[in-house]
């Protein structure tokens, strides 16, 4: 072999494992920090799920992953943010009730959630509670129903503003129970709690979290939770279905998601890391501290979630009459 040759050969070697090295480098996932957007302000119950689940979750894969806390506009500044982000499985979605609502309250929006998102796995769902004052003439959900069907049109129901999970659950419940009563919206839950605990609203919808504090100082009464099993964290309360409203299921949730063309590999990836840190005892212990049940599940699972909630809230926003934005 001529030295001409061997220094050819010894040079193609070199090319070949160089970009060999490159593209197992490449294909190494994750091999940079990653990040959640948030589409709500920091501290509240949706931010501090992600974050405790995200701490487990960066545990897992071996990188650091950063909360990009994004507020506004029904979570549609953060959802198109991600939507319109790379697909390589660094930039994650933290959905929720509102990536859901979103479609049926908006005239137009810049994405399709159910198109330009993959939901990755749900994370968890948190109650919503019907609860009135202490003193309060109505002991039980059924006085209260009662009272408005015998009484029609005056009741009122205090939410949080036009749009929010706690005013549609309002809206469900109105329609649901099959009474006349009028939903008043707040700016917010003091503003809620202040109008109930001030006689102005008769009762109100609300995440059952905020409210929990006063409920056990005995300043305020739950009647019931909206979900589909009774509250770890007042298990003597009925669910709604039990107290006489048959057909009422709403609660809140979160999942986690990514641009909608992420590789297969990345995102089946991402599920099993996702379920591996929801089915850890210090990350459940955390969530169920907060009102949390933990839901690890499968990617349909989690695809299933976001379409039959987007269905199905649409239809509370079309036959409360809420007008589009």
Request: proline content about 6%; hydrophobic content about 45%.
């Amino acid at each position: 072999m001529t030295q001409k040759s061997l220094w050819g050969k010894l040079a193609c070697v070199t090319l070949l494992f160089v970009f060999s090295s490159h593209a197992f480098s490449q294909s190494v996932y994750p091999n940079k920090p990653l990040k959640i957007v948030v589409p709500f302000g920091a501290g509240g119950v949706a931010d501090l799920t992600a974050r405790t689940v995200a701490q487990k979750l960066g545990e897992n894969l071996g990188q650091s992953i950063v909360i990009e806390n994004k507020p506004g506009a029904g979570g549609v500044v953060a959802t198109d943010a991600v939507a319109k982000a790379a697909p390589d499985g660094y930039t994650l979605l933290l959905m929720s009730n509102a990536t859901a609502v979103s479609a049926g309250l908006f005239k137009t929006l810049p994405y399709d959630a159910e198109k330009d998102l993959t939901p990755l796995s749900v994370l968890g769902t948190f109650d919503i509670a019907i609860v009135v004052p202490q003193e309060s003439k109505f002991a039980t959900l059924q006085d209260l129903l009662n009272f408005a069907k015998t009484n029609p049109g005056k009741l009122n129901i205090g939410s949080i503003n036009v749009g929010s999970t706690q005013h549609l659950a309002a809206e469900l419940f109105k329609a649901t129970a099959g009474i006349d009563a009028q939903v008043v919206p707040f700016n917010g839950t003091p503003a809620v709690l202040t109008a109930l605990r001030g006689g102005q609203i008769d009762l109100a919808v609300e995440i059952l979290a905020p409210v929990l504090p006063q409920i056990k100082g005995q300043a305020l009464r739950a009647l019931a939770v909206t979900g589909d099993k009774r509250s770890a964290a007042l298990p003597q309360v009925p669910t709604a279905k039990e107290a006489g409203v048959k057909n009422l299921y709403a609660a809140s949730w979160n999942a986690l998601a990514v641009p909608s063309k992420t590789p297969r590999d990345i995102v089946q990836k991402l599920n099993q890391e996702i379920q591996s840190s929801l089915n850890s005892a210090d990350v459940r212990k955390k969530l169920l501290d907060m009102n949390v049940d933990p839901q690890p599940g499968s990617l349909q699972q989690a695809a299933d979630l976001l379409s039959s909630e987007t269905k199905r809230w649409g239809e509370v926003i079309q036959r409360a009459g809420i007008p589009k934005q």
